[in-house]
């Protein structure tokens, strides 16, 4: 089989057993890799009342079909598994260079199983894979366990670790590679950590097969000389996603004080300006990329210097611009902070912003923070804080469970306030003048993040205040993700560099020797959109429209102040907005993916799941529509 | 920090500025000195907001300009010969 390294890893961490098996074509043909994949192991093999933190979880990692190859970017590695956060299938991809690592050590695909008995590490050197004692690294930042690994091991092992969040059960931890490079988004580290695996170390020295490497070599080196001048590529290097803080705050759509606001008057403090030009050491790459959009950074901290990778514009937006710091320096430590601990900066920054928020009404208190402060873009606060929340102590046991599950247990209408959906905090755009933005997160697989869909320009090309005719646009851009999200490779070439789909789709067969179309992609990327709302649905009850409905703030809170003040969406609105998008899926008015549909796709199995639990979606009127999303139409000039 | 040069009275007359964008910018661009510049013959003294709506460059697709090597807004006010990157949104984290 070319394009994969043809074996995968099921590991037994109760008994130690390690198991080397076949890749079967037919299962990488259909599901091709990192979300694909995990998103069908995970519904087919955990069951439904697992516990996310229980033994009966899963841990996968896979890599995608284009990881390890010439193909630009191709450095994507997923990490799923049950999440704690929202109580189903999550993924979280993290570049680096572990993917092509564990491909080029020869496996596509590795699946934790039950819980070890003491901490351990997976160690990988080729065809040697073994469990090895991790006693001497638990308690260890992130950070901290990569730097010692590498030194005992060699410079040349990849090494994901988690930190103390992820090892003490805080729902948004991280696993982290590559000294600042996160799989964030979800809790992924705290199931890493609930099975008592720190790191995983991956030598690999070997290759996998290509099926036309003349073709695919001639056609990557077209798009290198392409891409080289491209008008985007120097302001990337030189600024990385920080880039867009000015802008995202000119748009109003800069998450400010919790998301009370969408325009943050001090953002000249720490946009991309400011990090080149007080922090920014040198920039870093991932596998395959001529990019370097990463800036490893040194943050001046009352400790002395510290060094991270980033921060990105997400963490800007959601430790910068929604707690209020006012030093790129602030906003670089809190960055490294989060990272050592292992924790997500966005859930991390969404969680100590909405906790600022509660000691300003007076719902958290001095009494409850051992006569601490939590005051906005208080660097010092934050510190104390975010370590309660790692160490679960005091109410960062409380403030560990994520906005949602600290507000069903602070109550005082805190809910309203904490800023997520499902159950994972948003990403760093606020959207009450954002319509599809919103929508994206709203109907998002595994919460509020926004490479689930990245839908803010079309409000800029179709009007802020618009919101019909928005729906179908959304679903074509969740369409389109899973694409980069399965093949498993960097986005950014597509949005930045003009790389489009269809060259990755001639990238795929020259690797493979398919003769896969874009269309077929799509209709992949549906498949496991529909799987993974499925999966939500069995392990959370329906109607799936309960679980679509954004925090109040969005539709009772108007924008405080900014260009968008005064901005708010009703939930008529918002209602109106699900209706068009469920339309636009072939689900029923309940949110409920239908029989017409799911047979359509191929997914008899989940039909008979789906009825088991009286979630499949009553049949639809005019039947399904036979195109499920549709491209933005450009405005005529 | 933004750095605007703001241009004199006496120096009003018409300037070549070079504009360049890729993505769906670069077709609204229409360009036609390489694929992704267009030279433009504009009144000096215009700030760069109002050069693009007088070509009918839709501002909100662009997150900002690049200018000499640093991130300018819209209301930077270009000079003569200069070389103005057109940068459209997109997301990252």
Redesign the interface.
Known sequence: MYGFAGQMLRINLKTGNISKQILSESFAKEWLGARGMVAKILYDEVPRDADPMGPKNKLVIAPGVLTGTFVGAGSKCGFGAISPATNSHADSSVGGHIGPELKFAGYDLIIFDDISPEPVFLFIEDDKVELRSAKHLWGKGSIDTEKQLKEELGEDFEIATIGPAGENGVVFACITHDFGRNAGRCGVGAVMGSKKIKAIAIKGTKSFPIYDLKSLTKQTEAIIQRTK????M??WQ????A??V??SN??ASFPTRNFQSSYYDQW?TID??RLVEECRVIDKACFGCWMN?GKYSRAKTRHGDVYIEGP????I?LIGGSCAMTSIHDVTFANYLCDNLGMDT?SGGSVVAFAMECYEKGIITKDDLDGHELRWGNIDDFEFIINKIAYQQGIGKVLAKGTKGAAEILGKDSIKFAMQQKGLES??YESRWAPSMLLSFMTSDIGAH??RS?S??VD??LGRDEIKGKAPVVVYLQHIRPIYDTLSICR?FW????VMPEEYVESLNYVTGWHTTEDELLKTSEKIWNLTRAHFLKRNGGPGRIHDIPPARYYEEPILDGPAKGKVLSLEKINAMLDEYYEARGWDKNGNPTEELLLDLGMKAVVDDLKEINLLGKPLPDGIPKVRGQKLK??A? | ?ICNSVLTAKNKGTMTVYL?????L???LKPDVDQ?TRKIEVEEGLSLREILNQF?I?V??I??A?VD???E?LDYFPEDGQVI?????????
């Open positions: 001048p491209h008008p985007n120097a302001p030189k600024y990385g996603t880039l867009f000015g802008w000119d748009q000249q991309g300006e959009c990105e514009y997400e963490t937006a966005e990403s760093g926004h490479n990245w803010i320009t800029l090309e950014l949005g930045e560099l003009d450009p405005k000039m | 920090m360049k964008s890729g993505g769906k670069r077709e609204k992704y009918e839709p909100e697709l997150a900002f690049f090597g640093r991130l807004r990157t057109l940068q459209p949104p997109v997301s990252g984290g």
